[in-house]
Nanobody, 128 residues
Framework: QVQLVESGGGLVQAGGSLRLSCAAS????????MGWFRQALGKEREFVAG???????????DSVKGRFTISRDSRDNTKTTVYLQMDRLKPDDTAVYYC??????????????????WGQGTQVTVSS
């Protein structure tokens, strides 16, 4: 069964750090691009960061560039873990953060990714 499970959310003061994890069970995830999205209360879901299937290429929303870092670990072919290291957090970063995966494998560039596999989300709250 395909499954994405996020963890690591919580409450943190502005300027602090959190690391989110997304455990993706299933052999094909090691060949899929992975990403993080977020949705603040009353707002639409927005892209935060993405990493290609090889782990060699990443992309970020302008609002988090230089503060957030996405990485992945696929040492075990049956499980892939994707991380989002969030530093210098701001109150505007408060949202539910979702892990997402590409519906295809070996997608060559980010513009062709179809994000159609989703986790349940984890809440991140940044207090001022």
């Amino acid at each position: 069964q395909v499954q994405l499970v996020e963890s690591g959310g919580g409450l943190v003061q502005a300027g602090g750090s959190l690391r989110l994890s997304c455990a993706a069970s299933g052999r094909t995830f090691s060949s899929k691009a992975m990403g993080w999205f977020r949705q603040a209360l009353g707002k639409e879901r927005e892209f935060v960061a993405g990493i290609d299937w090889s782990g060699r290429s990443t992309t970020y929303a302008d609002s988090v560039k230089g503060r957030f870092t996405i990485s992945r670990d696929s040492r075990d072919n049956t499980k892939t873990t994707v991380y989002l290291q969030m530093d210098r957090l701001k109150p505007d970063d408060t949202a539910v953060y979702y892990c997402a995966a590409d519906g295809h494998v070996y997608t060559p560039n980010f513009s062709q990714i179809q994000w159609n596999l989703w986790g349940q989300g984890t809440q991140v709250t940044v207090s001022s």
